[in-house]
Nanobody, 123 residues
Framework: QVQLVESGGGLVQAGGSLRLSCAAS????????MGWYRQAPGKQREQVAE???????RYVDSMKGRFTISRDNPKKTVYLEMNSLKPEETAVYYC?????????????????WGQGTQVTVSS
């Protein structure tokens, strides 16, 4: 069974920094695009950033220059470095990844999500 587990969330003051991690595990054959999303209370989940297998990145405009997404392919882990955090960025942050894995003797490819990690930015 494939799992994504996030860590690194917590409470930080406005202007502070946090580094989130998301590690994949299971019968994984390959991991394609990995990404981060967030969902604030009462709002829809929104994309933050994504990174391809070869390291190409894409960010939502409001996060460019403050957030950095990276990945370590041998560790099957994606990271999100967040700087100059704002109170309105308080949310549950989720990672996702498009993963090819083996199950029941067959190769399958699906989008998987982590359980989320809470980031709270105090003013």
């Amino acid at each position: 069974q494939v799992q994504l587990v996030e860590s690194g969330g917590g409470l930080v003051q406005a202007g502070g920094s946090l580094r989130l991690s998301c590690a994949a595990s299971g019968s994984i054959l390959s991991i394609n695009t990995m990404g981060w999303y967030r969902q604030a209370p009462g709002k829809q989940r929104e994309q933050v950033a994504e990174i391809s297998r070869d390291g190409s990145t894409r960010y939502v405009d409001s996060m460019k220059g403050r957030f950095t997404i990276s990945r370590d392919n041998p560790k099957k882990t994606v990271y999100l470095e967040m700087n100059s955090l704002k109170p309105e960025e308080t949310a549950v942050y989720y990672c996702n990844a498009f993963i090819s894995y083996s199950r029941d003797g067959r190769v399958r490819s699906d989008l998987h999500w982590g359980q989320g990690t809470q980031v709270t930015v105090s003013s």
